[in-house]
T-cell receptor, first 116, second 116 residues
Framework: ETGVTQTPRHLVMGMTNKKSLKCEQH?????MYWYKQSAKKPLELMFV???????ENNSVPSRFSPECPNSSHLFLHLHTLQPEDSALYLC???????????????FGSGTRLTVV | AQKVTQAQTEISVVEKEDVTLDCVYE???????LFWYKQPPSGELVFLIR??????QNEISGRYSWNFQKSTSSFNFTITASQVVDSAVYFC?????????????FGKGTKLSVKP
């Protein structure tokens, strides 16, 4: 148990489906992140939330829609995805977006997404 | 631009061998932070170490050691007497000191396989 819990661990969805990924942390962290890990590519930062406010969106297509209802929960809503969106989606948290340099991130185990 | 290069895509060693994972970074900033993370097959990224740019002292933690050389912009990681449990993908990352902004920039990772 890393302190950051992601569900589901595995997800297979069709291109017309709508699904959501969930991330939960009870570490008292104020910042949460979504990363995408594709085969043979560096980890790509998708979204950053600090105190429930989205502070960064790194040119992510609108078919990915994040939601942060409180500092402990982060969602990634998915709709009309493409096969190239298949990847490991990692959630992370830190004490604050400002302090992440000092404390680093705590990562979840990820959701392995396959789009068919 | 900032960049992290891990030139070794995959390394395979036999148990008890020493192995060094290379990391070269690029940045024009004078203040920055370097990280190593381990990603076992379970998926989560496990924080191993953080160094700031003002501290070039090498660090040893059990079988792990890190060699930070600003002159060559390298932050190499050595595992002494490797064990099968060390098998994982290892990521080197760079973060700039940009207050509330500034993300972890990851290398592509090095997959280490330790065979019995």
């Amino acid at each position: 148990e890393t302190g950051v819990t992601q569900t589901p661990r595995h997800l297979v969805m069709g291109m017309t489906n709508k699904k959501s990924l969930k991330c939960e942390q009870h570490l008292g962290h104020n910042a949460m992140y979504w990363y995408k890990q594709s085969a043979k590519k560096p980890l790509e930062l998708m979204f950053v939330y600090s105190l429930e406010e989205r502070v960064e969106n790194n040119s992510v297509p609108s078919r990915f829609s994040p939601e942060c209802p409180n500092s402990s929960h982060l969602f990634l809503h998915l709709h009309t995805l493409q096969p190239e969106d298949s990847a490991l989606y990692l959630c992370a948290s830190s004490h604050s977006a400002r302090d992440r340099a000092n404390y680093g991130y705590t990562f979840g185990s990820g959701t392995r997404l396959t789009v068919v | 631009a900032q960049k992290v290069t891990q030139a070794q895509t995959e390394i395979s060693v036999v148990e008890k061998e020493d192995v060094t994972l290379d990391c070269v970074y690029e940045t024009r900033d004078t203040t920055y932070y370097l990280f190593w993370y381990k990603q076992p097959p379970s998926g989560e990224l496990v924080f191993l170490i953080r160094r700031n740019s003002f501290d070039e002292q090498n660090e040893i933690s059990g079988r792990y050691s890190w060699n930070f050389q600003k002159s060559t912009s390298s932050f190499n990681f050595t595992i002494t007497a490797s064990q099968v449990v060390d098998s994982a993908v290892y990521f080197c990352a760079l973060r700039l000191n940009l207050g509330s902004q500034g993300n972890l920039i990851f290398g592509k990772g090095t997959k280490l396989s330790v065979k019995p």
